[in-house]
């Protein structure tokens, strides 16, 4: 069993989670992901890793209430406790003195890109930030992303803070008059897809995190396949992170829509569907 020693909501969607877990925060490492069930007959939810604690023993997971575990997963509080969590698991986030990089985290994907910002900018690097959200009242950890960055730019859709634009209209700039190393980009499949299209014109190596559908997160039930430069891959064990300029995003979007117009069905009937056990991870 594990405490949830700390709930903050960042907005009406999001939730962060402090969560007791010494033997996974021991282990844990930016890139990293683990999965979590509420209670035994509960859906598997794979969460990248946002943040954790070594001294304290804890991990913390930030996740949007988008389907029924998710939004059962927001109901718990402080001083409750969650069945399992399971992890780290998947590849960590290779981190290296590369020299110039741009961090890119767009709504919820803003979590997990904080540990990669953070240990690319202890390692060395230069760090520039964007952060991305539709609208202010959704932004979260401005001032986190701006301790662990040389430099941060904020974007909203709707220009009620920041910049009016999507992340790709500052990183476009950027590349357009500086020498960049990598760019790292975690968020929804279709900004990765933008971000990828951007960076590949300039010939600059892009990360990026999967949000594919997971069931068992070891490599044993196929659910992660994604498609990386023509061949499969399983984000769970291959990944999270992939070469972006190699990931089929198209494919990777049909299979996530496919699971989120099933999640709106289910969403809407009354009774409660017991024996799913899938989830997308969320970030
Ligand atoms: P969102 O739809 O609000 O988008 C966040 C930001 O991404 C936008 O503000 C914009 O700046 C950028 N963006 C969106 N579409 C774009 C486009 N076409 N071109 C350029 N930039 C674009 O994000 P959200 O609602 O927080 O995201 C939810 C989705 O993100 C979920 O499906 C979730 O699974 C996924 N997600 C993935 C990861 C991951 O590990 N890859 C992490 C967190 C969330
Ligand atoms: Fe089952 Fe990856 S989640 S193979």
């Given at each position: ?53 070594r001294d304290r023993g804890t991990i913390t997971a930030v996740f ?220």
């Amino acid at each position: 069993m594990f405490n949830i020693l700390k709930k903050e909501e960042l907005s009406d969607q999001i939730t962060l989670f402090e969560i007791g877990a010494r033997d996974i925060a021991k282990k844990a490492k930016p890139g990293n992901f683990f999965i979590l069930r509420t209670h035994e007959q509960g859906e598997r939810v794979p969460l990248t890793i946002a943040d954790f604690d070594r001294d304290r023993g804890t991990i913390t997971a930030v996740f949007q209430k988008v389907g029924r575990a998710t939004h059962h997963l927001g109901t718990l509080n402080e001083g409750d406790f969650i069945t399992d969590v399971v992890g780290p698991l998947g590849n960590h986030s290779h981190i290296a003195n590369f020299g110039r990089v741009v961090c890119v985290g767009g709504g919820v994907g803003i979590a997990p890109v904080y540990p990669v910002a953070k240990a690319l900018s202890e390692a060395g690097n230069n760090v520039t930030s964007i952060i991305g959200a539709r609208s202010k009242s959704i932004l979260f950890w401005e001032e986190k992303m701006r301790n662990v960055s040389d430099e941060l730019i904020i974007t909203t859709d709707d220009g009620s803070y920041g910049t009016k634009a999507v992340v790709t209209a500052p990183l476009e700039d950027i590349l357009l008059n500086e020498k960049i190393d990598l760019v790292i980009a975690i968020g929804p499949a279709v900004m990765m897809k933008f971000v990828c299209k951007t960076t590949e014109k300039y010939g600059v190596k892009t990360i990026v995190s999967l949000n594919s559908i997971m069931i068992d997160g070891t490599g044993m039930c196929g659910g992660c396949r994604v498609e990386i430069g023509g061949e499969i891959k399983y984000t769970c064990v291959d990944g999270p992170e992939f070469n972006g300029h190699e990931v089929d995003f198209d494919l990777l979007m049909n299979r996530l829509q496919g699971y989120i117009d099933e999640e709106r069905i289910a969403m809407k009937q009354v009774r409660v569907c017991g024996g799913k056990n899938y989830g997308i991870k969320d970030n």
